[in-house]
Nanobody, 117 residues
Framework: QVQLVESGGGLVQAGGSLRLSCAASGRTFSTLNMGWFRQAPGKERDFVARFTRTGIKSYGDSVKGRFTISRDNTKNTVHLQMNSLKLEDTAVYYC???????????WGQGTQVTVSS
């Protein structure tokens, strides 16, 4: 079992930046593929970024070049640096663990990100 706790969400103006953090516990963090997803009102939950245990990063098309995922295996944390935020980035952002291209085993509770004009 893995517990995930997100932090860092909030309200930001378009063009601004936010950094989300996720603290994980319950399993050896370095063995986990970690990721971020988001869900806007009335829409499905979408993939944002993934950082595998072997060091491979991947991003959703809509965030490439603007968002950066990082992890610190010594602190059991994963981060999402979000730059050049757009109105359409407004969503609840979820941290995820044990992420494959088609499945997620563990979810955090989510943190709201609101981008205003």
């Amino acid at each position: 079992q893995v517990q995930l706790v997100e932090s860092g969400g909030g309200l930001v103006q378009a063009g601004g930046s936010l950094r989300l953090s996720c603290a994980a516990s319950g399993r050896t963090f370095s063995t986990l593929n970690m990721g971020w997803f988001r869900q806007a009102p009335g829409k499905e939950r979408d993939f944002v970024a993934r950082f595998t245990r072997t060091g491979i990063k991947s991003y959703g098309d809509s965030v490439k070049g603007r968002f950066t995922i990082s992890r610190d295996n010594t602190k059991n944390t994963v981060h999402l640096q979000m730059n050049s935020l757009k109105l359409e980035d407004t969503a609840v952002y979820y941290c995820a663990a044990d992420v494959t291209p088609s499945t997620v085993t563990y979810w955090g509770q989510g943190t709201q990100v609101t981008v205003s004009s």
